[in-house]
């Protein structure tokens, strides 16, 4: 693990402005073009860092399941950034300029661990649901993970995302919209009862099991499955939005104001890189992500006591 970019997490967790790195290395003690240089590094494979620290942190992962989706990086102040796109904000129901990312972790129900994640390109002629596939190839063959479950939101519970995890021979929890179609018959035309469960067919040939809830559609492949199972399986999908939460309003992910797609991904990497670090101490010393992140504000070498205990070099 290359030791100078502890000095950029440092930067992360220590700082109390937006996480430039003029503020960040004003309260490191560092120049800034230390810090710039850290983004514009050419040999550093943030991917392969971002994994290598997790194992580093929580060995080896196991026994866990996975979540993916996306997250919007708010870029509506920026002069240029490469990349920029107009992409729909669900947290502010609106179309914002920024960057969307989907994001692929792993968890156990007590550790959220950020794996991976890929930058959607609006010229770049790949949609988010190819994006997520690579993702999801990325941990089987890759990481050689076997997840008990795949959870996700309607948007990707598109025909190639349960194609290709009914393929890996692996189970999905997802939700369906209204209109998906179901053994021939559209989910809401189905039945009229709000609370029903039943087996059938979706996109032509893939078995699953159906559960309305009120307004709301669960589908899986575990055909066996409980409603009640299916309901508390989809719902572990809510670590990765208190993750994206933490990474929004303390981490500083939509405070890089460097131009390159290329520092924007160093960035984004060393930010969930922060949120690791959070994660681990949040379990050790049984304080919230926002407690501790109030404790290393303006100390900079508490944040290297942190590095010290998790068997880190100080940077």
């Not at 059938?200 to 159906?210: F, P, R, S």
């Amino acid at each position: 693990m290359p030791l100078k970019i502890f000095v950029y997490v440092k930067g992360l967790l220590a700082v109390a402005e937006p996480a430039t790195c003029v503020s960040m290395a004003r309260i490191v003690g560092v120049a800034h073009d230390r810090l710039s240089k850290i983004l514009n590094n050419s040999k550093l494979a943030w991917q392969t860092l971002l994994h290598s620290l997790a194992l580093r942190i929580f060995g080896k992962l196991d026994d866990g399941y996975l979540i993916l989706d996306d997250t919007v990086i708010d870029k509506s102040f920026a002069k240029v950034i490469e990349n920029l796109a107009w992409v729909f904000c669900s947290k502010k129901n609106q179309s914002v300029l920024g960057l969307n990312i989907v994001v692929l972790c792993w968890s156990n129900g007590t550790f959220t661990i950020p794996l991976a994640f890929k930058i959607w390109k609006k010229s770049g002629g790949k949609t988010k649901i190819d994006l997520a596939v690579e993702l999801l190839s990325y941990a089987r063959n890759f990481l050689r993970l076997q997840p008990k479950y795949v959870t996700f939101d309607c948007y990707y519970s598109a025909k190639k995302i349960l194609k290709r995890l009914t393929k890996y021979g692996w189970t999905f929890y997802t939700q369906l919209k209204k209109n998906r179609k179901f053994s021939g018959t559209q989910l809401k035309l189905s039945k009229r009862n709000p609370y029903w469960m039943e087996q059938g067919t979706i996109d032509g040939k893939l078995k699953v099991l159906i559960v309305r809830h009120g307004k709301k559609y669960f589908a899986t492949n575990n055909l066996t499955s409980s409603k009640s199972e299916m309901l508390v399986s989809y719902r572990t999908r809510w670590a990765i939005e208190t993750m994206f939460r933490l990474l929004h309003d303390k981490l500083g992910i939509e405070e890089c104001a460097s131009r390159s797609l290329r520092a924007q991904t160093a960035h984004i990497t060393l930010c969930l890189m922060s949120f690791l670090l959070l994660e681990k101490t949040k379990h050790t010393t049984r304080k919230t992500w926002y407690r501790l992140r109030r404790e290393y504000r303006f100390h900079p070498e508490k944040v290297d006591l942190l590095f010290n205990e998790l068997n880190l070099v100080t940077a």
